[in-house]
């Protein structure tokens, strides 16, 4: 699969934000633009290799418990433990991990909360459709804000499909501002202004922790002016 096009400033990562911490799993906060995990494009600018160098650790001892899209800013869980990984994605099959993000599109959905449910289907070049006899995929929406031909939306993904949030928004004909992919490109914007704002998953207690992930410069400044 090819990756998606990374900026040459984000190659040099600041030190990894870690939101949450417990003895085996962490909640980082990644920055907008940034690849989460090694391929064969980028190996030193991702963000679980600058996690290994700070950590001193191998690797092949970081477990990602659910990835971000290059683009994407915001919180994201990675287990340091086989048993916590193991423990962890199966919350996450199950529907125990729920998630939330921002995002700022064009336009005004209307009505201003409801799903999104189109099947998604992968084409070549890391590229997602949809399609009948894809997979499910839903995905709940609400505007938080409007104006000025654009909205700020909370988004959570009912299911995990790949590009889910970018490829619903663009078909429901709200794309994510600066999503050069499914959108209408850069637009004078660094990366598509998607955030994962918001987690909640069981700790090994079987208690509820919920992180957030501040929202971001960009992010922010897209809404100077842009109030209902």
Known sequence: MRAEPVQPASLTLAPVTVLWESSGLLALDKPGGVPFAPTREAVEGTLLYALARERNLQMRSLHPIHRLDTPTSGAVLVATDKAEAARLSAALRRGRVQKQYLAWVHGAPEPERGEWTWPLAESPGNVMRVDPSGKEARTRYAVLRAAGGRSLLLLE????????????????????????????????????????????????????????????QDMEEQGKGRGR
Do not use: N
């Open 157 to 216: 993904p009912m299911t995990g499909r790949t590009h889910q949030l970018r490829v619903h928004c663009a078909t429901a004909g709200y794309p994510i501002v600066g999503d050069r992919k499914y959108g209408k490109g850069a637009e004078g914007q660094a990366r598509a202004l998607l955030h994962a704002w918001k987690i909640s998953f069981p700790a090994c207690d079987g208690t509820i922790v919920e992180v957030t992930a501040p929202p971001p």
